[in-house]
């Protein structure tokens, strides 16, 4: 059984910042392609960053320079540093894990606001 619990959300003023962590049971995380999504209300849930075969990266327009993505493979755990955050960053954001064998898993959000 593969479960994802993410953390790290809050409130923070524009041009702070936070990370949020995603610590993921089951033995799959090694070899799992990770991603962070977030939706923002009356929004479609967006792709905002990607990791595959723990190096290969990639971010939304929107993010790039600002959001980093990580992962620890000791602890099971993927990482979202997010700098430089901006009112539009606000949304629920999701973990994501896709196995090799393509099955999809999603963690239960946690929310981010950013004040002006």
């Known amino acids: 059984q593969v479960q994802l619990v993410e953390s790290g959300g809050g409130l923070v003023q524009a041009g702070g910042s936070l990370r949020l962590s995603c610590v993921v049971s089951?033995?799959?995380?090694?070899?799992?392609?990770m991603g962070w999504y977030r939706q923002a209300p009356g929004k479609e849930r967006e792709l905002v960053a990607h990791?595959?075969?723990?190096?290969?990266?990639s971010y939304a327009d929107s993010v790039k320079g600002r959001f980093t993505i990580s992962r620890d493979n000791a602890k099971n755990t993927v990482y979202l540093q997010m700098n430089s955050l901006k009112p539009e960053d606000t949304a629920v954001y999701y973990c994501?894990?896709?196995?090799?064998?393509?099955?999809?898993?999603w963690g239960q959000g946690t929310q981010v606001t950013v004040s002006s």
């Open positions: 990791m595959r075969s723990g190096v290969y990266t």
């Open positions: 994501n894990l896709v196995r090799p064998d393509n099955r999809n898993y």
């Open positions: 089951g033995s799959v995380f090694s070899l799992a392609t």
